[in-house]
């Protein structure tokens, strides 16, 4: 299998082909925004390693996160799902894990982690300006990263409990008055629905 690293524009695509389970020839494409991750990803399928985390308490966590992206998701999910992923790590979760190793995980490093995330900016998407703060897709996104990751250190013994599944990001409920309906509201109601011309 040939894998190939192209550049384009600011993006790297590491270009590799598969063969599915009807003995297909695929060819997918991971794009990856720094060259270091590009060839990292290279080396990890040249190297028959697509299948296998390799992981320990003293691993940063943030390079377990990478794996197991890599390989869990990568091989399990769409390559939608697997960017998607991959774009939460470089956007959020890059900057708020910092150097923490896995044996540091417990419940006050996760309630930090989650909390350390809600105040990141937003990333600008295509000429956009940035929010003031991460949007809620991204968190529930991130934390359900966090938490299928966790999951996979507590079945390999790695940690005790999977701490991020106890946490819940807050929910802003819009406040919608819903409007009194009383005879002011009916007349106008009446009256717009003729001029409209929907009852006569």
């Not at 080396?43 to 943030?62: P, S």
């Not at 990478?66 to 091989?75: A, D, G, H, K, R």
Request: charged residues 25%; hydrophobic residues 35%; positive net charge.
């Amino acid at each position: 299998m040939a894998v190939v690293i192209t550049k384009r524009r600011k993006a790297y695509n590491v270009i590799y082909t598969i063969q599915n389970e009807n003995g297909d020839i695929e060819k997918r494409y991971e794009t990856f925004y720094n060259r270091e991750q590009a060839l990292k990803r290279k080396e990890q399928i040249d190297g028959g390693k697509r299948n296998k985390i390799i992981v320990n308490k003293n691993t940063l966590f943030i390079d377990y996160l990478n794996q197991y992206v890599s390989v869990i998701i990568f091989n399990d999910y769409s390559i939608s799902i697997y960017e998607n992923k991959q774009s939460l790590i470089n956007n959020y979760l890059s900057k708020v894990v910092g150097d923490k190793k896995v044996k540091e995980l417990n419940a006050k490093t996760s309630k930090q982690i989650m909390h350390d995330l809600q105040l990141l900016p937003g990333v600008p998407l295509r000429n956009q300006i940035s929010n003031d703060v991460i949007c809620a897709s991204a968190v529930r996104g991130c934390l359900n990263l966090l938490c299928q990751a966790s999951d996979y250190l507590v079945d390999h013994n790695l940690v005790k409990l999977n701490y991020f599944t106890e946490y819940r990001p807050k929910v802003s409920a819009k406040n919608q008055e819903s409007p009194s309906w009383n005879l002011s509201y009916w007349t106008r109601l009446m009256v717009l629905c003729q001029e409209k011309g929907l009852i006569k």
